[in-house]
């Protein structure tokens, strides 16, 4: 059966987008790849710029999974400080993937601008610090990034001007980066997904990939078709177990939940925000918002680590929302979802080559930029470049332990620790 999307502000604000077709019959192409979020949209758009013929095979809609939901938020670099990286890596290592990753952004910027994607993109980043110890530790976080790569992005907020970014009483100074922002993510997606098949991509939705078999070429299988490939890329994130079972097993899911106010009206969106940039507060279970453009509060907030949903997810997400603006309480919530957020062990994303098939999984909360140059670099290796590829592919990584029954309460046991120290 067709799928549609949840309900979302995303997709009830979703520019037009024609249905793709259900793939029928037995396709070749140089490359097949799995998954229609960022990450495949982003390899197929860069390799079929590359000369490669390229099926994209999506199961339910372009964009349907955490790439049509997220937060929107634009968070530079990985979820490891420059601090953590030189101290497991070394300072050469630590240095090079600084500066890969903090290429991102500019990659999506370039994409945006290239092909005129009209997703609301704004410009800046606030972290805002809920303890003093905090606001030391981006402190010298700033400093050892500096240092490494030189970081004219970022400023220190001191506590008497965190209200030039937010009108809360919740926080103790921050960190601004003005190399991060915020976009519509939804229409980021299906804007990449345009440009992928105006560059010859053949897409396809409802259309999900029941097996992949493994020989000299790669046969991707869905209900009655196939597509046979010289090359696999396998973007399902959360989904990977589903095709790649060790691979499953270095990815968690981890349910999250956004809500949408109904418009605030200019004068009250600018006196929240006033300098319209994202924000994400330090607490391990963070906090996280924006406006959109039409002066709602996006909000995220609060993790649960149950596999069903709050029975009222708006209702969730309201006491963390009315926690850090006061002056909200009550307000209007129009729309509430939820989605899966894949999440590696030690946070950092999962790159990898399996003869030829390549994998990129695992974002850990920063997909929006990391995937768009995650993808370009997975179509780079396929062309025999991969040097940044590479560099992503070394990043230390385990799997979650406890095998399939018990890695869930594990994590669950694990989180709720951290969860508790947020409120000490
Ligand atoms: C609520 C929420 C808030 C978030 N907020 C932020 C944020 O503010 N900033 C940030 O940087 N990151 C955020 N993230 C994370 C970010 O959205 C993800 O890291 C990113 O979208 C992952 O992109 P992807 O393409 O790898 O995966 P997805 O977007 O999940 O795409 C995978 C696709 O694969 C398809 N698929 C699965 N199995 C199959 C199959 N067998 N055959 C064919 N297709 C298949 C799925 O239908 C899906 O469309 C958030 C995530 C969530 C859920």
């Keep these: ?38 990450t495949g949209l982003s390899t197929a758009l860069h390799a079929a710029e590359r ?24 968070i530079p670099g990985l979820r490891w400080g420059a601090k953590e990286l030189v101290a497991a890596l070394g300072e050469g290592r630590a240095r090079e993937l600084l500066l890969l990753a903090n290429s991102a952004a500019g990659k999506v910027r370039g994409r945006i601008a290239r092909h005129a994607i009209a997703c609301d993109l704004r410009h800046g980043h606030f972290t805002a610090a809920v303890k003093p110890a905090h606001l030391d530790a981006m402190k010298r976080e700033l400093e050892e990034l500096d240092r490494l790569v030189g970081y004219p992005d970022g400023r220190i907020v001191e506590p008497g001007g965190v209200g030039e970014f937010v009108a809360s009483p919740l926080y103790h100074g921050g960190f601004f980066d003005a190399g991060g922002g915020h976009l519509h ?34 046969v991707a299988r869905t209900a009655g078709s196939t597509v046979t490939a010289a090359y696999a890329v ?12 060790a691979q499953g097993r270095m990815t968690m899911p981890v349910a999250n939940y956004n809500v949408a106010t ?36 996006i909000f995220g907030g609060g993790e649960k680590y149950t596999p069903a949903p709050p029975p009222d997810v708006a209702g969730f997400v309201r006491p963390y929302l009315e926690r850090v603006f006061p002056q909200l309480a009550g307000v209007a919530i129009t729309h509430a979802w939820g989605g899966m957020v894949g999440v590696s062990l030690n946070r950092l994303p999962r790159l990898g080559r399996d003869g030829n098939m ?33 560099l992503l592919a070394s990043l230390p990584g385990r799997p979650f332990p ?11 046991l694990g989180m709720a620790w951290f969860a508790l120290k947020d409120r000490l």
């Excluded at 390229?54 to 339910?60: F, G, K, T, Y």
């Excluded at 990449?192 to 990939?209: H, K, M, N, T």
């Excluded at 929006?368 to 062309?383: I, K, N, R």
């Design 234 to 245: 396998l973007a399902t994130d959360t989904e990977i177990g589903e095709l790649d079972a």
């Design 358 to 390: 390549l994998y990129a999984h695992g974002w850990s909360g920063h997909g929006v930029l990391l995937t768009t140059l995650a993808g370009e670099l997975l179509a780079d290796a396929l062309a025999g470049e991969g040097r940044g590829f590479d």
């Design 402 to 412: 406890g095998g399939p029954l018990l890695r869930h309460p594990l994590y669950v």
């Design 51 to 74: 000369g490669l013929s390229v099926i994209l095979l999506e199961a339910r809609r372009i964009g349907w999974g955490a790439s049509g939901r997220n937060g929107g938020q634009m």
């Design 262 to 297: 109904a418009p605030l009206g200019a004068e009250q969106a600018a006196a929240l925000l006033p300098a319209n940039a994202a924000v994400a507060d330090s607490k391990f279970v963070l906090n996280y918002y924006r406006l959109s453009a039409d002066n709602r509060l």
């Design 1 to 38: 059966m067709a799928a549609a999307y949840p309900p979302s502000y995303y997709a009830a604000s979703a520019k037009p987008f024609p249905r793709q077709p259900v793939l029928e019959g037995d396709l070749a192409a140089d490359l097949v790849v799995v998954g229609g979020g960022y």
């Design 185 to 218: 993510p939804l229409n980021y997606a299906l804007g990449l997904a345009e440009a992928a098949l105006a560059a010859g991509v053949r897409v396809f939705e409802d259309s999900p990939v029941t097996a992949l078999e493994r020989g000299s070429k790669v």
